[in-house]
């Protein structure tokens, strides 16, 4: 008997850390286009991100529950792969900061 997947808990997970409701349910490419997504949509303009944000966490609690009733295929977490996504995410926040601190530098030094 497998055990069920909790989608507030994955809803949970996408809210604080984007994507990663969807590797916890098992779909780590889905999990890493959100977060890249994300990444990119924040960088470029604010709203675009917080859309595909937003969308992550519907997306993470949506197909926890459809697992759990059997309408999309049940699969099992992985926790290596949980931690490979946060040394992912970890490298890619701060590869965010570097990007946007380089941009407001940019704007700056071309404002004076």
């Known amino acids: ?26 779909e780590t490419g889905k999990g890493l286009l959100v977060l890249f997504l994300v990444l990119a949509g924040l960088l ?3 709203i675009p991100g917080v859309v595909v944000w937003l969308f ?5 609690w949506a197909t926890a529950r459809r697992m759990n009733a059997g309408s999309v295929p049940f699969r099992e977490v992985r926790w290596t792969t949980i931690v490979l996504f946060m040394v992912v995410w970890t490298v890619g926040m ?5 990007l946007a601190a380089l941009a407001a530098f940019a704007a700056f030094t071309v404002a004076i």
């Open 1 to 26: 008997m497998r055990e069920e997947k909790n989608p507030t808990f994955a809803a949970g997970l996408s809210l604080l850390f984007p994507g990663l409701g969807q590797v916890y349910n098992g």
């Open 44 to 46: 470029v303009m604010l």
């Open 56 to 60: 992550g966490i519907y997306d993470a």
């Open 94 to 98: 701060f590869a965010f900061l570097a």
